[in-house]
């Protein structure tokens, strides 16, 4: 079971305590699972038939921590991005430095007073992007009978983007190869659809003349930094933007392309983990090996420390995709061609400095 820090991660899902809210998903018929070869001493599967699922999923849960994910966005977007700044301004007296005795939450009510429309857009549209992902993964769980939950969203209010993304689970282990393929492509492309024209509108109404200011600024993946020069005035290509030049269609766009890219890495049961399986087969267990070795040695040699903690506990959960019902399922030509052609997507939404 894995359950990552990213936007749209499936994991397998537990029994729900007694007394939460539940619903059934339980379909009317039945589909096939696995019985587990075993080669090479790795398990592989082979088709059987199994019965429907049954078991029900949460609600109470998902409800609270989407509620909770709307707090920390809203305020995430009337403080301008650096809520950690506004928190701490409630600690300490900023004329002299020093502690103050207690909590004054005056900064906070006046960034809500000040932002709020900012707060709300942005929310709005992070939001959006999100559950669209995740509906993604959803409705075709739904579609292959496949017992699903609803999203988990990660709230995160001192983040800058105020949110950790959000997760699904998904019995995973009821799917065959093809499925899987279409279960984790099926989410990055839904959230790509609603992230692109809002970073496309973000990207239109950037104020790069202003200077940069607040101290921090955003890496621009391809994909951001092809639309800025398509949509401005700007004459050479703009790498990175002050946090103080962007507005909230721009910086949940930027968000929704950030957490695309960082899901479509072709290792574990991200995203993109679930396409490389779904392409080649056991074979993506090398992939994911060779990828996590290039990622220590990129955080080596460019001292980007901030993703060391994500790589360990890839490399604690496992870099190996487990097995499917069916490995030998064929793939068809149109999911061969969609499938190489979504490898580009961490190269084009992913920027590795992202927040400095």
């Not at 040695?297 to 001292?303: E, G």
């Amino acid at each position: 079971m894995m359950k990552s820090l990213s936007s749209s991660t499936e994991v397998q899902d537990e029994t729900p305590p007694t007394g939460e809210a539940e619903t059934s998903l339980a379909p009317s018929s039945p589909a096939t699972s696995a019985e587990l070869a075993v080669e090479d001493g790795v398990e592989y599967a082979t088709n059987s038939k199994r019965s429907a699922p049954t078991r029900p999923v949460r609600l109470r849960l998902p409800i609270i921590l989407f509620l909770l994910t709307c707090v920390s966005t809203f305020f995430a977007g009337t403080t301008r991005w650096m809520p950690q700044e506004t928190i701490a301004r409630c600690f300490v007296d900023t004329m002299t430095g020093r502690p103050i005795e207690g909590m004054d939450l005056t900064p906070v009510r006046r960034a809500v007073l000040a932002h709020w429309d900012d707060g709300l857009i942005y929310m709005l549209c992070m939001l959006g992007i999100l559950f669209t992902h995740e509906m993604g993964h959803f409705a075709f769980a739904v579609y292959y009978r496949i017992r699903a939950s609803l999203p988990f969203f990660i709230p995160m209010p001192i983040a800058p983007i105020g949110t950790m993304g959000a997760v699904i689970a998904l019995e995973a282990h009821r799917a065959n190869r093809r499925e899987i393929f279409d279960l984790g492509l099926a989410g990055p492309i839904a959230g790509l659809i609603v992230a692109l024209p809002i970073l496309w509108y973000g990207s239109q109404n950037l104020d790069l003349q202003q200077p940069p200011s607040g101290g921090v600024n955003l890496d621009l993946p391809l994909a951001a930094r092809w639309m800025i020069t398509a949509t401005t005035e700007a004459t050479e290509q703009v790498t990175s933007v002050s946090i103080g030049q962007v507005n909230p269609f721009f910086m949940a766009g930027w968000a929704g392309l950030f957490f695309t890219g960082l899901n479509m890495m072709p290792v574990s049961q991200l995203d993109g983990g679930h396409v490389t399986y779904g392409l080649f087969g056991r074979y993506a267990h090398w992939i994911a090996r060779i990828f996590m070795v290039l990622v220590f040695a990129y955080i080596s040699y460019t001292l980007q420390f901030q993703w060391m903690l994500m790589a360990i506990l890839v490399l604690m959960l496992g870099t190996d995709h487990p097995p499917s019902s069916d490995d030998s399922v064929a793939m068809g030509w149109h999911r061969w061609l969609i499938g190489l052609l979504s490898l580009a997507i961490p190269i084009l939404c992913f920027a590795p400095r992202a927040w400095f």
